[in-house]
C-alpha cells in the first residue's frame, strides 16, 4: 500500500503500482483517511474525529456516521491485491478503545519520507557535509507534489496538520538553499529567491539569502534595495526594525566585507 500527502491525496496498492487507487472520492472519508494517516500507528479518537468533521455541531448520527466511514475505508483497502492475507479490521484500519488506528508499519509513506530525508540533509549540513546535505534536502522537497492535502477539506486539526507541514517545508528549504549558497550556487538561487521573498515578504531569513546571492553575484545595489524593501515592510506592517542578522549582513553589504565572498569548491574540499 501506498499512501501520499504532499500534495494531493493518493492511496494506491503498491502490487499494482498506479492503476489501483483507492483512494476515496467522497469529501468526509478523505478528512478521515487523512486524519488517520497523519497520526499513523496511532490511536485517533472518536471525539477528534467529530471535531475534524463537524466542529462544533456534529449531527445525532456522528458516531454511526463515522463508523460508515472507517467500513467504506475497509471495503477500499480489501480491494488491495497486496492485503488479500490480511484481515483489514485487524491487522490495516483497526478499531481502539475510543477511536481507530491506521497501521501502516513499513509501507511507503511520503510523509515518512521527506522527514528522513529532511533529518539526514541536516545532519549532514550541521557535520558540514554540505553537498550530501543539499543533495538529501532536494530530495525531500521533490517529494512535495503541491500544497499538503490540495484537494482535502480541512477541519480544525487538519488545518494545524498541514499549517505544520507546510512550515516543515519551508524550513527544510531555507536549508536547501543554505547548502546551496555554501556551496557556490548563487546564480542559480537568484530567481528563486526572489519569487520566495515575494511570497515571504517578512522572512529575514529567505531575505538574507536573497541579499546575499544578489551580493555574490555582483549585484550590490540590487542586494541593498532588497535590505531596504525589506526594512519598509517591516516598519510599515509590524512597526519593527529588520532583526541584527540582517543588519550586519547589510552592514557587510556596504563595507564589501570579504567575509561575505563564496567560498571555492577548491576551499570547500580543504575544509573538509
Not at 32 to 59: F, G, Q, R
Not at 69 to 94: G, H, N
Request: proline share 4%; with cysteine; aromatic share 6%.
Amino acid at each position: 500500500m501506498e499512501l501520499g500527502i504532499l500534495g494531493s491525496l493518493y492511496l494506491r496498492d503498491a502490487m499494482c503500482g498506479d492503476d489501483l487507487d483507492l483512494t476515496p472520492s467522497a469529501a468526509k472519508p478523505r478528512q478521515v483517511l487523512s486524519l488517520l494517516a497523519l497520526s499513523a500507528n496511532h490511536v485517533v479518537t472518536i471525539p477528534l474525529m467529530i471535531k475534524e468533521l463537524w466542529d462544533e455541531d456534529p449531527p445525532r448520527s456522528a458516531m454511526t456516521t463515522i463508523q460508515t466511514y472507517i467500513f467504506q475505508l475497509r471495503k477500499l483497502l480489501a480491494a488491495a491485491p497486496s492485503l488479500a492475507d490480511r484481515k483489514i479490521s485487524e491487522e490495516v484500519l483497526v478499531t481502539t478503545a475510543g477511536g481507530y488506528t491506521l497501521r501502516l508499519g513499513s509501507d511507503p509513506f511520503d510523509l515518512w519520507r521527506f522527514e528522513r530525508l529532511a533529518a539526514a540533509g541536516r545532519l549532514r549540513l550541521a557535520d558540514n557535509d554540505i553537498a550530501g546535505a543539499a543533495a538529501s534536502l532536494r530530495e525531500a522537497l521533490e517529494l512535495w507534489r503541491g500544497p499538503a492535502l490540495v484537494d482535502v477539506q480541512h477541519g480544525q486539526l487538519l488545518s494545524v496538520h498541514v499549517t505544520r507541514l507546510e512550515e516543515a517545508r519551508l524550513t527544510t528549504l531555507e536549508q536547501r538553499i543554505e547548502a546551496d549558497l555554501r556551496l557556490g550556487r548563487h546564480h542559480d538561487l537568484v530567481s528563486e529567491l526572489f519569487a520566495l521573498v515575494s511570497q515571504h515578504q517578512f522572512n529575514e531569513s529567505l531575505y538574507g539569502k536573497y541579499m546575499l546571492a544578489l551580493y555574490r553575484c555582483g549585484r550590490r545595489g540590487d542586494a541593498l534595495a532588497a535590505f531596504h524593501r525589506l526594512r519598509r515592510a517591516l516598519i510599515d506592517e509590524l512597526g519593527l526594525e529588520p532583526s541584527r542578522p540582517v543588519q550586519r549582513l547589510h552592514q557587510g553589504i556596504l563595507a564589501t566585507d570579504p567575509a561575505l565572498e563564496a567560498v571555492t569548491p577548491v576551499q570547500l574540499g580543504a575544509a573538509a
